[in-house]
C-alpha cells in the first residue's frame, strides 16, 4: 500500500534508496548512498555506471534486442518506422563513434538542436555512452536564445537537424543555427547536421559535417566506442529552464539518483514495464521528453513512441486516437492543452469509436494545473482513469502523483494527489512556517531532495542556492503555491514568481519584458499571463512608448511583437500588446504586476494602499477592455 511504502522512506530513506538501486546495472554498486557537505548533497557518491548501458546496451545482453525501443510516428512526414534494441544499440555507437572521432570525451558538452526524429534519442544516447553531457534545446527557441545556451554549457560540438516541420511549414534550422553561432562568445569546434530530405542545409566546410556521411564512415572504421563508466554524481545532461529572468537556468542532471528515480517512477506511477508501449506526447527539449520519451521506458525496456505531430490538425482531432490505437499504447502522458485542443475540435470525443483503445489502460497529464473539466472530458471519452501528476525541470520525475503501480488511490479532481516516497513536501507560510490543512502558502520540499531531482545549476552553486534554497532555510522552494487537505492531497494552484505556463511550457515574463524594453521605442513594459481557454496562459503586454513617439501605435506593438518571436522564438506565442500612458508603481517604484494580472483576467482586487495613483488602473482596464480582456465578462 501506498501509506507503506512512504512510510518505509521515512523511516529509513537511505535503505529505500539503496533497494531501489538494485533496479539498474551497476559497474560498482553504491555503498555510500547518501553525502552531504558543502557543496551540496549527492546520491549514490561511490557508485559507477552507464545510463546507455542501462537504456540499450544491457537489453540486447539480456537476450531482448528483437524488442522494440523506438516507434517514430510523423504524421507530418507520413511515416512510421521502429527501431529495435539491436538497431539502437547499433546506431547509438557508431554516433558515439563519431561524437569520438570529433574530440568528445568524458564531462564534454554536446548541445542538441533537433525535432522530433529518433536521431535525437541516439545522439543523446551517445553522449552518454562517452560520459559526455548533453543539452537539448527545444526547435521553438530562436537563435539569441540557442546562443545564451551555447555561452553557457560550452559545447565541444553541436548535433543539429537541417530542419524542424510544424503543420504547413518548415522551419530551416541551420540559418537559427548560424545566427547563433554569430551571436555566441563560445565557438564550438564543429557541428554535425543530420540532413532530412524536407529542407537539406549549405554547409560551412571545415566546420559542419553531414551527419549521414559520418556515420557512414564510423560503420566503415568500425567505430564503435564501449560504454564509459562514470560516477553516479556525474552530470548526464543540462536542460535550460526558465528562470525569474532573461537568463535561462541550466538544470544539472546526474547519472545514477535520475535512472533509479525514474525505474522507479515507471513502474509504481505509470505502471510501464519491459514491452510495454509508452507515449508521451511532448518534445524532447523538454523534461518530460528527457524523462519518459528518452531514458525513463528505456530504462525499463519498454517501446517509446515518438510522435512527430499535433493532437489536431495532423490531420485531425482523432490523431491521438490512431497513434494509440496502431501501436497498442498502454498508457499516454501529455499535458492538458493537448486534451483543450482536442475537446474544441470534437466535443463530443466522437473520433475515440473509429479506434480500438482496448489496450489503453490510462492517461497521464501534468506540465500544467489540470482543469476538472478536462479531466472529465477525457474520462468519458476515453473510460480510462486520468491521472493528474506534479513535478518541474528541476525534479525530473514526479513530485506527486496518484501511484497506480503501488494502488489506486481516490482521485480528487484538480489535485495530483500525493507526495512520492523521497519527497517530504511543506505548504509554508509568509513567516515561513507551515500552515494549517486546506490554508495555502508556498509550496516547499523538505531539504534533502530525493534522487533525481538536481543537484545544482551548471556552474552556478550560487545562483542554485539563490533561486531555490535561500528563501527558506531547510527547504527547496518550488515556486509554486497552493495548499494540503486533510488527507495530504496537494492542490498547485499558481506561481510565485513570473514564470507562466503557457500550452505545457514554462516562459518568464521577465525575458520577455527584458526584449521588448530593448525596442527604441519603448520607456517600460509588463507583461503577465492572462488565462487562455486553449494554452491556459498567454502572455499579454503593456507597453510604455517613449515620451515623443506618436505611433503608429499599431506599428510600433507589431514590431514588439515580432521582436520576442525573433529572439525567444514562437514557443513564447507573444501576441497580445497594447500601449498604456504608464504602468501603476508603489511609492517605492516597484510596478504592481498581480494587480494588473488579476484585472486582466477579472479576479477581485483590492486596491494596493502603496499604489502611487490610483488613476492608473482605469486608463488600464480601458486598454485591456479594448483588446478582450478580461474574457467572459
Ligand atoms: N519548432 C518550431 N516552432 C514550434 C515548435 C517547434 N518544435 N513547437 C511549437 N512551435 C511554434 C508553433 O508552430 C506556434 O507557431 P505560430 O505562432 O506560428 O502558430 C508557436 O510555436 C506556439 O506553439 P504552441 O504554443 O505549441 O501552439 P500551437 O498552436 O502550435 O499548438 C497545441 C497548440 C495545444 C496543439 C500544442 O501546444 C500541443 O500539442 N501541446 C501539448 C503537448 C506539449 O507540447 N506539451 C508540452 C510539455 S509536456
Ligand atoms: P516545467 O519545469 O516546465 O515542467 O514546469 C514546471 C511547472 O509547471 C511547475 O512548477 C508548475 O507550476 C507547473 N505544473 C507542472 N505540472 C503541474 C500539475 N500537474 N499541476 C499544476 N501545475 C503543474
Known amino acids: 500500500m501506498y501509506r507503506d511504502i512512504y512510510q518505509d522512506w521515512q523511516d529509513n530513506p537511505q535503505a ?140 565541444k560540438l553541436i548535433l543539429a ?38 529542407a537539406e542545409a549549405a554547409l560551412v566546410a571545415g566546420r559542419d559535417y553531414a551527419w549521414q556521411d559520418e556515420e557512414a564512415k564510423a560503420r566503415a572504421q568500425n567505430n564503435r566506442p564501449p560504454c564509459v563508466p562514470v560516477l553516479a554524481t556525474d552530470p548526464l545532461y543540462i536542460l535550460y529552464t526558465s528562470g525569474t529572468t532573461g537568463v535561462p537556468k541550466g538544470v544539472v542532471r546526474d547519472t545514477g539518483g535520475h535512472l533509479v528515480s525514474l525505474a522507479w517512477a515507471m513502474e509504481n506511477i505509470y505502471t510501464i514495464g519491459a514491452g510495454d508501449v509508452f507515449w508521451s506526447a511532448s518534445d524532447f527539449g523538454w523534461v518530460v521528453g528527457h524523462s519518459f520519451i528518452l531514458y525513463g521506458p528505456l530504462c525499463v525496456g519498454a517501446t517509446s513512441v515518438i510522435y512527430e505531430g499535433k493532437p489536431i490538425g495532423t490531420p485531425d482531432a482523432g490523431a491521438f486516437w490512431r497513434v494509440i490505437a496502431e501501436h497498442k499504447v498502454k498508457a499516454l502522458f501529455t499535458a492538458p492543452t ?33 482543469d476538472p473539466d478536462t479531466i472529465n472530458w477525457a474520462e468519458a471519452a476515453l473510460k480510462v482513469p486520468v491521472i493528474d501528476n506534479w513535478w518541474q525541470t528541476e525534479t525530473g520525475w514526479p513530485i506527486c502523483a496518484n501511484p497506480l503501480g503501488i494502488e489506486a488511490l481516490p482521485i480528487k479532481k484538480g489535485s495530483p494527489a500525493v507526495a512520492m516516497p523521497g519527497y517530504a513536501l511543506a505548504v509554508l507560510g509568509e513567516d515561513g512556517t507551515p500552515v494549517a490543512a486546506t490554508q495555502t502558502g508556498a509550496i516547499v520540499l523538505k531539504l534533502p531532495l530525493p534522487p533525481g531531482c538536481l543537484p545544482g545549476l551548471w556552474q552556478n ?39 507562466i505556463n503557457v500550452a505545457g511550457h514554462r516562459l518568464s515574463t521577465g525575458g520577455m519584458e527584458e526584449v521588448l524594453a530593448g525596442h527604441p ?7 503577465m499571463g492572462v488565462k487562455d481557454q486553449l494554452k491556459g496562459e498567454l502572455p499579454l503586454g503593456l507597453l510604455v512608448f517613449n515620451d515623443g513617439v506618436n505611433g503608429p501605435d499599431d506599428e510600433i506593438i507589431q514590431q514588439c511583437i515580432q521582436k520576442v518571436r525573433d529572439e525567444i522564438g514562437p514557443v513564447a506565442s507573444f501576441k497580445l500588446a497594447t500601449r498604456v500612458a504608464r504602468l501603476p508603481k508603489t511609492r517605492s517604484g516597484k510596478i504592481l504586476r498581480a494587480t494588473l494580472r488579476k484585472i486582466a483576467n477579472g479576479e477581485d482586487w483590492n486596491m494596493p494602499a502603496t499604489i502611487d495613483d490610483p488613476i492608473i488602473l482605469d486608463e488600464i482596464s480601458e486598454r485591456l477592455l479594448a483588446l478582450g480582456y478580461p474574457q467572459n465578462r
Not at 530551416?172 to 564550438?188: E, I, R, S
Not at 470534437?346 to 475515440?352: L, S, Y
Open 461 to 499: 552553486q550560487a545562483g542554485f542556492e539563490d533561486a531555490y534554497l535561500k528563501d527558506y532555510p531547510g527547504y527547496y522552494k518550488t515556486g509554486d503555491a497552493g495548499f494540503l487537505d486533510e488527507d495530504g492531497y496537494l492542490y498547485v494552484m499558481s506561481r510565485t514568481d513570473d514564470i
Open 338 to 370: 493537448a486534451f483543450r485542443a482536442i475537446k474544441k475540435q470534437d466535443p463530443e470525443g466522437k473520433r475515440v469509436a473509429d479506434y480500438d483503445l482496448s489496450h489503453f489502460k490510462t492517461l497521464y497529464l501534468a506540465g500544467e494545473r489540470v
Open 521 to 527: 521605442d519603448i520607456a517600460e513594459c509588463a507583461v
Open 161 to 198: 537537424a537541417s530542419c524542424g516541420l510544424e503543420p504547413g511549414r518548415t522551419i530551416a534550422y541551420k540559418p537559427l543555427l548560424d545566427g547563433a553561432m554569430q551571436l555566441a562568445t563560445h565557438k564550438p569546434s564543429a557541428c554535425i547536421i543530420f540532413q532530412r530530405p524536407e
Open 16 to 155: 529505500f534508496w539503496q533497494n531501489q538501486a538494485a533496479r539498474l546495472s551497476w559497474d560498482t554498486p553504491p555503498t555510500t548512498i547518501f553525502e552531504s557537505d558543502a557543496s551540496g548533497d549527492r546520491w549514490y557518491v561511490d557508485g559507477v555506471m552507464n545510463t546507455c548501458f542501462n537504456c540499450v546496451d544491457r537489453h540486447v545482453a539480456d537476450g531482448h534486442g528483437d524488442r522494440i525501443a523506438f516507434i517514430h510516428d510523423s504524421p507530418l512526414t507520413d511515416s512510421v518506422a521502429k527501431l529495435t534494441y539491436a538497431d539502437l544499440l547499433d546506431r547509438v555507437e557508431l554516433v558515439a563513434g563519431v561524437l569520438a572521432h570529433h574530440g568528445v570525451e568524458k564531462g564534454d558538452r554536446v548541445l542538441i538542436y533537433m525535432p522530433m526524429i529518433s536521431e535525437t534519442a541516439i545522439a543523446s544516447l551517445a553522449c552518454a555512452r562517452l560520459g559526455a553531457v548533453h543539452s537539448i534545446v527545444f526547435g521553438g527557441f530562436a537563435a539569441a536564445e540557442l546562443a545564451t545556451r551555447i555561452d553557457d554549457a560550452k559545447p
